[in-house]
């Protein structure tokens, strides 16, 4: 049962947006949605989080819908370096754990 | 800025050895995660710990365990190591946004 849904792979030329879709329609009332991006094989990098409300910062801008069960991040002006994993992730509740949820997430490629 | 520092980065043990790995998280955060990613797979969450406390438990097997000490350092100690432990094992440290966290350079255990 997965937690979250993303799609396998996108693409996006470079200097256009990339929008990058979540399926998240189990998540709980209080939780947050994550977003975090993995450049081969290095840390997962921190992105964007949001509860209800769309959030923008330096990196990125995220849109919830209002009923929640699902988030765009949004890559304004893509570039070559942002060519990553992207992973869309929620908090689990498990036998009193709350466990972050990684799921398969969408590799992105910006292409010249 | 000061980052989360990882060590050894690179780590070689037989079958049935014991394995310990380190974290030193950003200064001033109190919540450690620690993570494995097998090859070709997403990032597994293991267990995480706050002022010290184990908080939160996910897939980590029998075999590891983990402490976060005084100074806010934590160690994941693996015993009777198998092939399947072979990974990327990254620790992520916390702060006061519940659930954001900031990845370290993580430590490719291989299992010979």
């Known amino acids: 049962d997965a937690k979250t849904t993303q799609p396998t792979s996108m693409d996006c030329a470079e200097g256009r947006a990339a929008n990058l879709p979540c399926n998240h329609s189990t998540i709980s009332g209080n939780e947050y949605v994550y977003w975090y991006r993995q450049i081969h094989s290095q840390g997962p990098q921190y992105i964007i989080h949001?509860?209800?409300n769309n959030e923008t910062n330096e990196m990125a801008s995220l849109i919830i819908t209002e009923d929640r069960k699902s988030s765009t991040l949004i890559l304004p002006h893509a570039t070559l370096r942002d060519t990553a994993v992207y992973y869309c992730i929620v908090r689990v509740e498990e036998g009193g754990s709350y466990i972050p949820t990684f799921g398969r997430g969408t590799s992105l490629i910006v292409h010249p | 800025a000061a980052g989360v520092i990882q060590s050894p980065r690179h780590l070689i043990k037989e079958k049935r050895e014991t394995a310990t790995l380190k974290c030193y998280p950003i200064?001033?955060?109190?919540?450690v995660y620690w993570y494995q990613q097998g090859p070709g797979q997403d990032p597994q969450f293991l267990i995480s710990f706050y002022e010290k406390m184990q908080s939160d438990k996910g897939s980590i097997p029998d075999r590891f365990s983990a402490q976060q000490f005084s100074d806010y350092h934590s160690e994941l100690n693996m015993s009777s190591l198998e092939l399947g432990d072979s990974a990327l094992y990254f620790c992520?440290?916390?702060?006061?946004?519940?659930?954001?966290?900031?990845f370290g350079p993580g430590t490719r255990l291989t299992v010979l």
């Open positions: 200064p001033r955060h109190d919540t």
């Open positions: 949001g509860l209800k």
């Open positions: 992520a440290s916390g702060g006061a946004v519940v659930g954001t966290q900031y």
